[in-house]
């Protein structure tokens, strides 16, 4: 079963970093492809693509709130997604999540498709940012 781990999120003030991490096992790379991603959900709100990444290929979509400040990556061989994050925001308050599905993505999803196509979740880290 693929397991998702997220960490990195907490407390900083506007115009501050920060990196998650996301560490994934019981994926097999060998003749498959993935599209993983991070979402973010803040309360009373649906979940949000933030990035997304192909392992096949590098592609990488991001929501236009934040291109230009995040940016996603992969380790592969470490089994691992990152997302850094500059230029915080308190908009960028949420619970953020990691997600992989099995296929290059095209797009962002967000919302329901979000959930809808993406099977694997972690449990998510919290990242708060004051004004």
Same mark, same amino acid.
Do not use: H, M
């Given at each position: 079963a693929v397991q998702l781990v997220e960490s990195g999120g907490g407390s900083v003030?506007?115009? =501050?970093? *920060?990196r998650l991490?996301?560490? #994934?096992?019981g994926l097999s790379y060998s003749?498959?492809?993935y599209c993983m991603g991070w979402f973010r959900q803040a309360p009373g709100k649906e979940r949000?693509? #933030? $990035?997304?990444?192909n392992t096949? =290929?590098? $592609?990488?979509y991001y929501a236009d709130s934040v291109k230009g400040r995040f940016t996603i990556s992969q380790d592969n $061989?470490?089994?691992? *997604?990152? *997302?850094?994050m500059d230029s915080l925001k308190p908009e960028d308050t949420a619970m953020y999540y990691c997600g992989i599905r099995f296929g290059?993505?095209?797009y962002l999803p967000g919302g329901s498709r979000a959930l $809808?196509?993406?099977?694997?979740?972690?449990?998510?880290?919290?990242v708060t940012v004051s004004s």
């Open positions: 003030q506007a115009g =501050g970093s *920060l991490s996301c560490a #994934v096992s003749n498959r492809w949000e693509g #933030v $990035a997304t990444i096949r =290929g590098g $592609a990488t $061989a470490k089994n691992a *997604l990152s *997302l850094q290059s993505c095209y $809808a196509e993406f099977p694997d979740w972690g449990r998510g880290t919290q």
